[in-house]
């Protein structure tokens, strides 16, 4: 590996290792000093907090089974992304997607089943939508995608392309064929709704 010094020093939060910051090949084929790990040390205790810190975010605002968005985080980002779309003149629709007969799925295979649909259908709901979208669980088996700078008919080809793409899935349980599917509901902003819950009641229905 062509390695001729190298520099190992943890990355400790609450005195649980997190990481290591490794170091190789001191400029000028030196070698490395306690100078220089007293250096490093202090940058590896600042980069151990803000992993830390950036773990305990992503933990408060994603769903923890679909690594989605959470509803309160999803509905912050919504509303900034409402006042953009005021201030610019763009649209915002809000697709709303409720998988069907889900309760029949727990009951019929059990809830390690369920939770495996919710993974997947998260995974198309991701691959649906573009770097710019965000996609959140909005409860149980209902989720929301955010689709700044898109109209209606805009919204409907996101649908489409999840539908195909969920057409295309192929599920089994206990050895079991399982197919699922999902009913949505669109909304654009300012055309259906002019403020966050009614652009939500809008979509829901």
């Not at 699922?180 to 509901?185: A, L, N």
């Amino acid at each position: 590996s062509r390695v001729s010094s190298i520099l190992c020093v943890p990355l400790r939060v609450h005195g649980d290792v997190i990481g290591v910051l490794n170091i190789t090949n001191k400029i000028r084929g030196k070698n490395f000093t306690d100078a220089d790990l007293q250096i490093i040390q202090q940058v590896a205790d600042q980069a151990a907090v803000a992993i830390h810190n950036a773990r305990l975010y992503e933990m408060a605002v994603t769903d923890s089974l679909t690594r989605l968005y959470v509803r309160r985080h999803l509905f912050h980002r919504l509303s900034e992304e409402m006042r953009r779309a005021r201030r610019y003149g763009h649209p915002v629709t809000l697709l709303m997607v409720d998988i069907d007969h889900f309760k029949a799925v727990n009951d019929t295979f059990g809830h390690p089943c369920g939770d495996r649909v919710l993974v997947e259908v998260a995974r198309i709901l991701r691959r649906s939508i573009r770097e710019t979208d965000l996609v959140g669980r909005y409860g149980g088996e209902e989720f929301c995608l955010v689709l700044p700078e898109t109209d209606l008919t805009g919204g409907f080809i996101v649908a489409n392309r999840m539908h195909a793409l969920l057409e295309a899935l192929e599920l089994q349980c206990d050895g079991r064929p399982l197919r699922v599917s999902v009913s949505g509901g669109l909304a654009t902003f300012p055309e259906q709704a002019t403020s966050l819950e009614a652009l939500v009641r809008s979509a829901d229905a």
